[in-house]
């Protein structure tokens, strides 16, 4: 489908810049030694580790593979060794099959699992980050943050969001920039929180399409008659204003009880 104008930025180099600025300013005032980020051999990890490779030297940037079964997900965890050699930054694998099978007593169901494994993921992000005086880079973009694809203390459980503003498309566009691999470019988008789990099934509408519902809504001030117009079926629009509307409780500060 047709993106609106405006979405993608005319010049990759100006984002990059500043997200590299933006990495290095924030790392440098928090006084660490440098950062931690899953490498999930996915596009957004994979552009985040390159930005902080840039910002920060390799030296200083971890990246840690966190698949439930390593050998069922080779692929990706193969992806991601690859791009951490071509970056040159340490990286370890921690499988957390153990961990979820602690949890088997709760018989819990696919999606509470799912969660689970990705709260799993963050307190090993930063079991590691306290242990090395790091921060946990997140990978979240903001087509994701929008719509609150991303588990509350989970993938969402981070200290920075570099690419935090960037819709997928941009994602996608500034990783071809950069330079990223071609087969995580174009592979199909999945937080690999079960078999055969991909982004845009899950969601039910392509990545195109919510990035173009949300700058419209977001940049462009449309509103939902506004957007159908413009060419998105109104059932779209509907869901991801809805999800957009539902999750705000995942990008807020916690709500406290005022006594005085």
Same mark, same amino acid.
């Given at each position: 489908?047709?993106?609106?104008?405006?979405?993608?930025?005319?010049?990759?180099?100006?984002?990059?810049?500043?997200?590299?600025?933006?990495?290095?300013?924030?790392?440098?005032?928090?006084?660490?030694?440098?950062?931690?980020?899953?490498?999930?051999?996915?596009?957004?990890?994979?552009?985040?580790?390159?930005?902080?490779?840039?910002?920060?030297?390799?030296?200083?940037?971890?990246?840690?593979?966190?698949?439930?079964?390593?050998?069922?997900?080779?692929?990706?965890?193969?992806?991601?060794?690859?791009?951490?050699?071509?970056?040159?930054?340490?990286?370890?694998?921690?499988?957390?099959?153990?961990?979820?099978?602690?949890?088997?007593?709760?018989?819990?169901?696919?999606?509470?699992?799912?969660?689970?494994?990705?709260?799993?993921?963050?307190?090993? %992000?930063?079991?590691?980050?306290?242990?090395?005086?790091?921060?946990?880079?997140?990978?979240?973009?903001?087509?994701?943050?929008?719509?609150?694809?991303?588990?509350?203390?989970?993938?969402?459980?981070?200290?920075?969001?570099?690419?935090?503003?960037?819709?997928?498309?941009?994602?996608?566009?500034?990783?071809?920039?950069?330079?990223?691999?071609?087969?995580?470019?174009?592979?199909?988008?999945?937080?690999?929180? %079960?078999?055969?789990?991909?982004?845009?099934?899950?969601?039910?509408?392509?990545?195109?399409?919510?990035?173009?519902?949300?700058?419209?809504?977001?940049?462009?001030?449309?509103?939902?008659?506004?957007?159908?117009? %413009?060419?998105?079926?109104?059932?779209?629009?509907?869901?991801?204003?809805?999800?957009?509307?539902?999750?705000?409780?995942?990008?807020?500060?916690?709500?406290?009880?005022?006594?005085?």
């Amino acid at each position: 489908m047709k993106l609106p104008d405006g979405l993608r930025f005319d010049d990759y180099e100006k984002p990059r810049n500043l997200i590299v600025n933006f990495i290095r300013n924030y790392v440098s005032r928090a006084g660490v030694r440098g950062v931690i980020l899953g490498l999930s051999g996915g596009i957004d990890s994979s552009l985040v580790a390159t930005l902080a490779c840039e910002a920060l030297g390799s030296d200083k940037v971890r990246g840690i593979m966190l698949p439930v079964d390593a050998e069922k997900d080779a692929e990706n965890v193969s992806d991601a060794i690859e791009l951490a050699e071509l970056l040159h930054l340490k990286h370890e694998l921690f499988e957390l099959k153990p961990a979820v099978s602690a949890y088997d007593s709760l018989s819990l169901d696919r999606v509470a699992l799912g969660n689970l494994t990705a709260r799993l993921r963050m307190v090993t %992000w930063y079991a590691r980050a306290n242990q090395e005086n790091l921060l946990v880079i997140g990978t979240g973009n903001k087509t994701e943050l929008m719509i609150g694809y991303f588990t509350k203390y989970g993938d969402g459980g981070t200290d920075f969001l570099p690419i935090g503003d960037l819709y997928k498309e941009n994602v996608r566009n500034l990783s071809k920039h950069l330079g990223v691999p071609e087969k995580i470019i174009n592979k199909v988008p999945s937080a690999g929180l %079960w078999k055969g789990q991909t982004d845009e099934g899950e969601i039910g509408i392509t990545y195109p399409e919510l990035d173009s519902i949300l700058f419209l809504n977001l940049e462009k001030g449309m509103t939902e008659d506004q957007i159908v117009e %413009w060419g998105v079926d109104r059932s779209k629009v509907q869901i991801a204003l809805k999800m957009m509307s539902i999750s705000k409780h995942k990008r807020q500060p916690l709500p406290i009880a005022r006594v005085r």
